[in-house]
């Protein structure tokens, strides 16, 4: 098989993105939430496990220590005991109070808006960061890889990357700009109903004619069904 093009692999790309739109549209985060740490807070401990899981512990969470004042001055073994339902909550609990701890410090009291700023939280790597920065600020700077995102753009061809960064940094070079900050929640509602980790119901998928798994390519002179113009 001939080696994609760029141009090629943007058109299908930006193909995908326009359909998941069309198919899933805009929607609320899965996560319960009301400021912006306790968004930060809710997406560090999402990591590995459900969001229902995690809507489940937070209500108390929140409720003793919502504010990075009160989390930074928190034993870690009593969040610990609060989220223990949670996966890694060792490790998760060790990052909530370091990342109160670190914005009472460092920030002022105040969730920092950049990628740079945001990254320097204990536990808050770029996915964390681009979820905050979109959902809480409005500031749309990356795309947030999931697992979900991951194996699509994989399967989708758009990305061979050996880890979730790399594969954003491809996906950055073939969405146009004014489309990442919807790939994130619907690539997930995508990976979860159709294209599933452990079979692609390729079959059920609308997008089944833009995939290089598929016979069906999509490209010049066909539309957003795959038929020809």
Not at 20 to 41: K, R
Not at 53 to 77: C, D, I, K, Q, Y
Not at 132 to 146: P, Q, R, S, Y
Request: with cysteine; aromatic share 6%.
């Amino acid at each position: 098989m001939p080696r994609e093009s760029k141009k090629s692999k943007v058109a299908r790309a930006t193909e995908f993105c326009h359909r998941m739109g069309e198919l899933y549209g805009a929607e609320p985060s899965a996560l319960d939430w009301h400021t912006p740490f306790e968004l930060v807070i809710a997406v560090l401990l999402s990591a590995q496990t459900t969001d229902v899981a995690v809507n489940a512990v937070t209500p108390e969470l929140f409720a003793r220590w919502g504010e990075p004042a009160s989390m930074a001055t928190a034993e870690v073994a009593e969040v610990a005991e609060v989220i223990h339902r949670l996966g890694f909550y060792r490790t998760k609990s060790q990052h909530c109070v370091g990342c109160a701890r670190m914005i009472m410090t460092e920030f002022g009291g105040e969730v920092p808006r950049t990628m740079d700023e945001l990254t320097k939280l204990p536990g808050v790597g770029r996915k964390t960061a681009n979820i905050v920065l979109n959902k809480a600020f409005g500031v749309v700077e990356g795309i947030a890889v999931d697992t979900h995102v991951y194996r699509i753009a994989q399967r989708m061809g758009l990305t061979t990357a050996k880890t979730p960064l790399e594969a954003e940094k491809d996906l950055l070079a073939v969405i146009p700009r004014e489309l990442w900050d919807g790939v994130n929640s619907q690539w997930i509602r995508h990976g979860r109903a159709i294209c599933t980790a452990r079979v692609a119901k390729c079959a059920e998928c609308p997008c089944a004619d833009l995939c290089p798994q598929r016979p069906v390519r999509y490209g010049a002179g066909q539309d957003r069904k795959g038929h020809r113009k």
